[in-house]
């Protein structure tokens, strides 16, 4: 759980060190594994965390993303599309306060990469609409990075989170909220698209829930019977 929670908290912290010669969408791509290196390497971050236990924060940081291998089955699947050349281990073993703690690391990545897909709300930050995190978003990466952020790209990254107004979870059910119920054309295709992007996070993950009797998740958009 201790792993699971930092991994939650950092998996994305690859993306906060910037440099303005680096391209916005490049650094997106494989920020990861510059996720795991940060959390390893950054002083002021991991004097934060037991050190036992960095390896394999950063090690689901790092397999979160939909284009690194959770399973052997997997690197088939991506074929050259692959960020890394091996799947996460299945686990490891540390030790902490003089005992031997088993860590499920791909069971865990499994977990956080279906999670983080799955934050796709509209309201997914309390307080603040996504339209308006949008253009100051763009705005400041473009002034502080000189990162000339690709319009377009921007704009279908955040549709998807406009076009959802909230997540459900009932029973094995993950339910999301189309505002319109589908009335609105375009909000139902970002609706879709939104909902195709956590489906084929959840077909990456499958294998390894199985094995753990995890079965049979179903998402669907709430006005889809």
Not at 45 to 54: A, G, Q, V
Not at 73 to 92: D, M, S, V
Not at 171 to 187: C, M, R, W, Y
Request: hydrophobic share 35%.
């Amino acid at each position: 759980l201790y792993v699971l929670i930092n991994g939650i908290w950092l998996h994305d912290i690859g993306m906060s060190s910037l440099k303005k010669e680096q391209d916005a969408f490049e650094r997106r791509r494989i920020h990861g594994r510059l996720s795991a290196l940060k959390i390893k390497n950054d002083p002021d971050l991991n004097s934060k965390i037991f050190p036992e236990f960095i390896k394999a924060i950063g090690q689901i940081c790092m397999y979160h993303q939909s284009n690194s291998p959770i399973d052997e089955e997997h690197i088939k699947l991506l074929g050259e599309r692959k960020l890394k050349q091996n799947p996460i281990k299945e686990a490891i073993t540390i030790k902490f306060e003089n005992l031997e703690k088993n860590i499920r690391l791909r069971f865990l990545a499994a977990i956080l990469s279906l999670a983080d897909a799955i934050d796709i709300g509209e309201h997914r930050i309390e307080g603040l609409n996504i339209s308006t995190l949008k253009s100051e978003y763009i705005e400041y990466m473009n002034k502080v990075y000189n990162a000339n952020i690709n319009q377009e790209q921007s704009e279908r990254h955040f549709k998807k989170h406009e076009a959802i107004e909230n997540i459900i979870f009932r029973n094995k059910e993950i339910i999301l909220e189309d505002p319109f119920d589908g009335a609105d054309d375009e909000i139902r295709e970002w609706a879709l698209e939104g909902k195709k992007q956590i489906t084929d996070e959840l077909e990456r993950c499958n294998r390894v829930f199985e094995k753990f009797g995890i079965t049979d998740l179903l998402i669907r958009l709430d006005y889809e019977k």
